[in-house]
């Protein structure tokens, strides 16, 4: 059965950091590009960051770039996201998903395959 699970959210003080992980079970997520995806209460899901398969290309929204770094560990089928620097307008709902073939837009989460079910991510003081 392929699953993803998410863990490493919280809540945490403006400034702080949380590292986040995908785990993936049912699929080796070598061949998968992988997305963070972001939901706050009230908006559209918001993609985050995005690692592909082959080159190790890497995106990031333009809200979090210089803060946040996504990497993945082959060897443990798992993707991570680490969150420095936290803002309150961070707080929402993170999701890893998995996409079979580079999506044509990064961003765009109806071109992924699979989804988590996500980790509350809370930054406040």
């Known amino acids: 059965q392929v699953q993803l699970v998410e863990s490493g959210g919280g809540l945490v003080q403006p400034g702080g950091s949380l590292r986040l992980s995908c785990a993936a079970s049912?699929?080796?997520?070598?061949?998968?590009?992988i997305g963070w995806f972001r939901q706050a209460p009230g908006k559209e899901r918001e993609g985050v960051s995005c690692?592909?398969?082959?080159?190790?290309?890497?995106y990031y929204t333009d809200s979090v770039k210089g803060r946040f770094t996504i990497s993945r560990d082959n060897a443990k089928n798992t993707v991570y996201l680490q969150m420095n620097n936290l803002k309150p307008e961070d707080t929402a709902v993170y999701y890893c998903?998995?996409?079979?073939?580079?999506?044509?837009?990064?961003?765009?989460?109806?071109?992924?395959?699979?989804w988590g079910q996500g980790t509350q991510v809370t930054v406040s003081s």
């Open positions: 049912g699929f080796t997520l070598d061949y998968y590009a």
């Open positions: 998903t998995a996409a079979r073939y580079w999506p044509t837009s990064w961003d765009n989460p109806f071109l992924y395959d699979y």
């Open positions: 690692i592909s398969s082959s080159d190790g290309s890497i």
